[in-house]
């Protein structure tokens, strides 16, 4: 910082003032030090700007199953927003979140002075190790959809299986199978609700349910036997997510099945292959990017002291998702 104000011809004051951004610079001086900064490739030491200021900007994200497009597309998410916040992030991914993870986990980032964390908690385990740990900072939970007293951020996975159901119920079907996903998974449990939910509300029977574990594989064993259902009242199929859902196409194709001709698909995610599926898959689409927003925006005004921007003071914040209608889901004709 010497070696910027002596060739800006400035004292260290002012440098400082303007890598602060402060009003009282003038701005043919403050023209003057960023082009100085840019000569010399000065970079602020951000060990000793924590030390002075008490403030790293730093926050922390707990993950796991980060190989799973949900997880991982939110985790970007979240990274974008703290970016944009002028925060950076320290992650820590786990293979599987419980009592012993997760507090390490919270453990190794507040010995990095983290000054909040955002926990993805799709799993009961997760949520019931939240339940039993203190922490020294603000934390926010993404996808908990539970009851405790911390902030939440989470996409309405009961709605997006409603909407899906009601989509296939709405173009003639009588009733909508279903392949959920694993069953300590907070969100399959909400979609599979959703779906008997629409079902129950329409009149319709409910189907017994297979499960699968997100993989395409189990979705692809759901669809053998599935297939053999085909013809005999099985006209649609509701699968959890898009993976899965890749997994029953296969299935079907190598038992003849035709996809919609014979049996309407819908998915859940809108991975970025969905409308490259053959056919293009209907399927209801997830906001990460409005979650980390918002994840972030409760974590930081829990971290700055601020009321929340909406005014609201609302610790639960629910994003809608939209259903992206494609051709593995045109109407039927039975």
């Known amino acids: 910082m010497a070696d910027v104000a002596t060739l800006a011809g400035v004292s260290h004051q002012t440098v400082s003032r303007v890598l602060g951004n402060h009003p009282n610079v003038r701005e043919a001086t403050r023209l003057t030090v960023l082009r100085a900064i840019e000569e010399l490739g000065y970079r602020r030491n951000s060990s000793a700007r924590a030390l002075a200021t008490r403030r790293t900007r730093t926050v922390g994200v707990v993950a796991?199953?980060?190989?799973?497009?949900?997880?991982?597309?939110?985790?970007?998410?979240?990274?974008?927003?703290?970016?944009?916040e002028g925060y950076t992030v320290s992650t820590v991914s786990l293979r599987r979140l419980d009592g012993a993870t997760l507090s390490g986990a919270l453990e190794h980032l507040s010995d990095g002075g983290v000054e909040g964390v955002v926990v993805i908690a799709p799993h009961r385990p997760a949520v019931s190790a939240l339940a039993e740990l203190r922490y020294p900072f603000p934390v926010v939970t993404v996808e908990g959809g539970h009851d405790l007293d911390i902030p939440c951020v989470s996409v309405d996975q009961h709605l997006g299986a409603r909407l899906a159901t009601d989509h296939l119920l709405a173009a003639g079907h009588r009733t909508v199978w279903h392949v959920a996903g694993p069953e300590d998974w907070l969100e399959a449990g909400a979609r599979t609700a959703g779906w008997r939910a629409a079902l129950e509300a329409a009149g319709a029977a409910v189907p017994p349910m297979l499960t699968g574990d997100w993989s395409p594989l189990s979705g692809y064993r759901a669809g053998q036997e599935l297939a053999g259902r085909a013809g005999r009242g099985m006209t649609a199929v509701f699968v959890s997510n898009d993976q899965m859902a890749l997994g029953v196409l296969r299935a079907f194709?190598?038992?003849?099945?035709?996809?919609?001709?014979?049996?309407?698909?819908?998915?859940?995610?809108?991975?970025?292959?969905?409308?490259?599926?053959?056919?293009?898959?209907?399927?209801?689409?997830?906001?990460?990017?409005?979650?980390?927003?918002?994840?972030?925006?409760?974590?930081?005004?829990?971290?700055?002291?601020?009321?929340?921007?909406?005014?609201?003071?609302?610790?639960?914040?629910?994003?809608?998702?939209?259903?992206?209608?494609?051709?593995?889901?045109?109407?039927?004709?039975?």
């Open 253 to 334: 194709r190598e038992a003849g099945v035709r996809v919609p001709g014979d049996v309407a698909l819908v998915g859940f995610d809108d991975i970025p292959e969905s409308e490259f599926f053959a056919p293009p898959l209907t399927t209801v689409r997830q906001d990460f990017m409005a979650v980390g927003k918002r994840s972030i925006g409760l974590l930081t005004d829990r971290i700055e002291g601020r009321d929340p921007a909406d005014g609201s003071g609302a610790a639960r914040i629910v994003i809608e998702p939209q259903l992206i209608v494609r051709s593995s889901s045109s109407p039927s004709s039975l």
């Open 64 to 84: 796991s199953d980060t190989t799973l497009f949900g997880p991982a597309s939110t985790l970007f998410g979240l990274e974008e927003a703290a970016r944009a």
